[in-house]
């Protein structure tokens, strides 16, 4: 693999760490599994790219994309604890109208983005190119958003929202508005997503109606992955292990569609996407037995 | 000062599988007194702690807490009056939390929580204090996850958690049952320290006959969703447990053949 293809992942897996925070905060803090993002990716991606197109600041623009997200992950939350649908039902139903909303924001299946100034559009003025630098700033970016997730989880608001989807009575029995946690987490959740997909737009050079696809499957495989990696034990460990499975999943992603000799192809993509995440999800069982191995190796 | 009046609770109402857990229950209970509740299973024991936290919704009766009608309060608010320990050791504290954050959970109940941390060093020094106090050697393990800890364990930090911060009634749903007896014994003498020092109206729900009569001021039978029994004082002191027995066989109207009520 050459080095800007190499580079090319990190800076896809950055943005993706995004998504896997936000995956994180749905699935594992609040425990609730919400497949809104697979539309609320798309939907940063239009929000953010019709209004560039329209003149707006690309940070205005992106910023923007955050509250559409959160919008959309208000509307599942509210589904579920308001009218008492399935979680899962409820993201699918959010999920399917945001396909219609997102094409009547973008007002057809394509927004193209090139040429028009983006978030990155400062770094081309510094003359290194732009495989560096867009790596660089998405880092900064995602450091930044991982820091502040950090800080809020262990806040009380963080810490009673980690209570909210750990045991949820306990919660009640501590003065936790449970379900008032659920809306402000998927929203927040969604909002991150969003922002993925607003970044995400801005570097391919096009909103497209089709990247929400799978993006569900491809957070979880950057927060399971990332456990595997990095154990859990405190939410600080816990979206740095989001940020690095997101990283290593585009690097495997990229060595296994380099690797000619396997014949695989870029269609191929959902394919070793799903063999991946049953791999990273049967790998702490299969751990256990070798670990008890090595154990007993070393006489203890 | 807690005051119950004519409380009913009917589950899965208009329904083949209606039942009516509490058919009208009033109950006075002064500030500073320590109620023993028993029954036996299906008496709706459970369901009038349910009732008092917020739980369960009654149908028609009055809730008042110091004479604040909370009939209506939803459980999170009824919180900030209302504490609990619950029977399954597991429910009371969040199991891949910290120690020390399940503490910063109750500790924050009273209060409205904000984006400041939910456990400081001031607070890690309180909790430090408060876990020395249980000789478990707990003060050490604040960073441990909850999971870690034994059933026991878990069961007296859920107590200290419940009492961290003031409250009008104190609420133990056969908070010993699912220990083994010797953390039980501990569980309850612990309970009664902490009950005695910072004299805690409290209600305590449990199986055991003896219990009933040994711990606390006050016993009340509960069957059929209705108060049977209440003694207070000298009757009480007189009352042994086959009386409490006698009484059960009463409301009955049947022996008793179960022999698990005898036990503890």
């Known amino acids: 693999m050459s080095l800007i293809a190499f580079l090319g992942a990190v800076e896809t897996g950055l943005i993706y760490a995004l998504v896997a925070l936000g995956v994180y905060l749905s699935f594992r803090v609040l425990q609730f599994p919400d497949l809104t993002v697979d539309g609320s990716f798309p939907l940063g991606a239009a929000v953010a790219g019709i209004l560039i197109v329209s003149g707006i600041n690309?940070?205005?623009?992106?910023?923007?994309?955050?509250?559409?997200?959160?919008?959309?992950?208000?509307?599942?939350?509210?589904?579920?604890?308001?009218?008492?649908?399935?979680?899962?039902?409820?993201?699918?139903?959010?999920?399917?109208?945001?396909?219609?909303?997102?094409?009547?924001?973008?007002?057809?299946?394509?927004?193209?983005?090139?040429?028009?100034?983006?978030?990155?559009?400062?770094?081309?003025?510094?003359?290194?190119?732009?495989?560096?630098?867009?790596?660089?700033?998405?880092?900064?970016?995602?450091?930044?958003?991982?820091?502040?997730?950090?800080?809020?989880?262990?806040?009380?608001?963080?810490?009673?929202?980690?209570?909210?989807?750990?045991?949820?009575?306990?919660?009640?029995?501590q003065g936790i508005n449970t379900g008032a946690y659920v809306l402000l987490g998927i929203a927040l959740s969604n909002a991150l997503v969003a922002v993925g997909g607003a970044l995400f737009a801005q570097t391919q050079g096009a909103a497209d109606i089709t990247l929400g696809v799978g993006t569900i499957v491809v957070g979880l495989a950057a927060v399971i992955g990332g456990e595997a990696v990095i154990l859990p034990r405190t939410p600080f460990l816990s979206t740095l292990a989001c940020i690095a499975g997101s990283i290593l999943y585009r690097i495997a992603v990229a060595l296994a569609l380099n690797a000619d000799f396997i014949g695989l192809k870029a269609q191929d993509l959902n394919l070793i996407t799903a063999v991946l995440v049953a791999g990273a999800m049967v790998l702490p069982t299969v751990r256990t037995p070798v670990t008890r191995a090595l154990l007993k190796a070393r006489g203890r | 000062m807690i005051d119950v009046r004519s409380l009913k609770v009917t589950f899965n109402q208009g329904t083949p599988m209606e039942s009516r857990a509490l058919r009208g229950v009033d109950l006075h209970i002064p500030a500073g007194q320590f109620v023993a509740v028993i029954g036996s299973n299906g008496a709706g024991k459970t369901t009038f702690l349910n009732a008092l936290s917020g739980e369960a919704r009654p149908d028609?009766?009055?809730?008042?807490?110091?004479?604040?009608?909370?009939?209506?309060?939803?459980?999170?608010?009824?919180?900030?009056?209302?504490?609990?320990?619950?029977?399954?050791?597991?429910a009371g504290s969040c199991a891949n939390l910290t120690i020390a954050d399940n503490m910063g959970l109750a500790a924050a109940r009273t209060g409205r929580r904000s984006l400041r941390p939910?456990?400081?060093?001031?607070?890690?020094?309180?909790?430090?204090?408060?876990?020395?106090?249980?000789?478990?050697?707990?003060?050490?393990?604040?960073?441990?996850?909850?999971?870690?800890?034994?059933?026991?364990?878990?069961?007296?930090?859920?107590?200290?958690?419940?009492?961290?911060?003031?409250?009008?009634?104190?609420?133990?749903?056969?908070?010993?049952?699912?220990?083994?007896?010797?953390?039980?014994?501990?569980?309850?003498?612990?309970?009664?320290?902490?009950?005695?020092?910072?004299?805690?109206?409290?209600?305590?729900?449990?199986?055991?006959?003896?219990?009933?009569?040994?711990?606390?001021?006050?016993?009340?039978?509960?069957?059929?969703?209705?108060?049977?029994?209440?003694?207070?004082?000298?009757?009480?002191?007189?009352?042994?447990?086959?009386?409490?027995?006698?009484?059960?066989?009463?409301?009955?109207?049947?022996?008793?053949?179960?022999?698990?009520l005898l036990l503890g």
């Open chain 1, 58 to 173: 690309p940070f205005l623009a992106t910023f923007a994309a955050f509250f559409a997200g959160a919008a959309a992950g208000l509307v599942t939350a509210w589904l579920n604890v308001r009218l008492n649908i399935l979680h899962l039902l409820a993201s699918i139903l959010t999920m399917i109208a945001l396909f219609s909303i997102n094409l009547r924001v973008m007002g057809g299946p394509v927004v193209p983005l090139l040429g028009e100034q983006t978030v990155f559009s400062g770094l081309d003025g510094l003359g290194i190119p732009s495989y560096w630098t867009l790596p660089a700033a998405l880092l900064v970016i995602v450091v930044l958003c991982k820091i502040a997730i950090d800080l809020f989880l262990n806040s009380q608001i963080g810490a009673a929202m980690r209570a909210t989807g750990s045991n949820a009575r306990m919660a009640r029995a």
């Open chain 2, 60 to 90: 028609t009766g009055r809730i008042l807490i110091d004479d604040e009608d909370v009939t209506n309060w939803p459980a999170h608010r009824r919180s900030t009056l209302v504490a609990r320990v619950f029977q399954d050791p597991m």
């Open chain 2, 118 to 260: 939910a456990v400081n060093r001031a607070l890690r020094e309180e909790f430090r204090a408060h876990l020395a106090r249980l000789e478990l050697g707990l003060e050490n393990r604040l960073d441990d996850p909850m999971e870690l800890l034994s059933g026991g364990q878990r069961q007296a930090v859920s107590l200290l958690m419940a009492t961290i911060r003031p409250m009008k009634i104190l609420l133990l749903d056969e908070h010993t049952a699912a220990l083994d007896p010797k953390i039980a014994a501990f569980v309850l003498e612990l309970t009664r320290r902490i009950v005695a020092e910072q004299k805690l109206t409290t209600l305590m729900v449990t199986h055991s006959m003896r219990q009933a009569l040994d711990v606390g001021d006050r016993t009340v039978m509960l069957h059929e969703g209705r108060v049977v029994l209440d003694v207070i004082g000298e009757q009480r002191r007189g009352m042994k447990v086959e009386d409490l027995l006698r009484m059960f066989e009463k409301v009955r109207g049947q022996e008793l053949d179960d022999d698990k």
